[in-house]
């Protein structure tokens, strides 16, 4: 129900961004978010909206550099990195919430899509 995409390779202080396409139904009752996982590691919070889009809440790592925003019209959240660092390079995961639900807690998250790479090389 949800299809990631946008991932690639990018120097160090480049850019990218990562859209995520949902169905109406799926993006119409649910927050979005965004996490990540690199090799060996947990997968973790990068960024998150909620359902009208008017809130939206960063990782510190990604802050100030990262930019989550959702098209409500084309049922589509994007993820717009700038200023990307070689410990950006994981796998990025959207993924989508009950508007009610933690938007840090990986486990309250129902629904995930298939993930995009992301590499940034120094």
């Known amino acids: 129900q949800l299809q990631a995409s946008g991932g690639g390779l990018v120097q160090a202080g480049g850019s990218l961004r990562l859209s995520c396409a949902a169905s109406g139904r799926t993006f119409s009752t649910n927050a979005m978010g965004w996490f990540r996982q690199a090799p060996g590691k947990e997968r973790e919070f990068v960024a998150a909206i909620n359902l009208s889009g008017g809130s939206t809440y960063y990782a510190d790592a990604v802050k100030g550099r990262f930019t989550v925003s959702r098209d409500n019209a084309k049922n589509t959240v994007y993820l717009q990195m700038n200023s990307l660092k070689p410990e950006d390079t994981a796998v990025y995961y959207c993924?989508?919430?009950?508007?009610?639900?933690?938007?840090?807690?990986?486990?309250?998250?129902?629904?995930w899509g298939q993930g995009t790479q992301v590499t940034v090389s120094s």
């Open positions: 993924g989508a919430r009950r508007p009610w639900a933690h938007y840090f807690v990986r486990d309250e998250y129902t629904y």
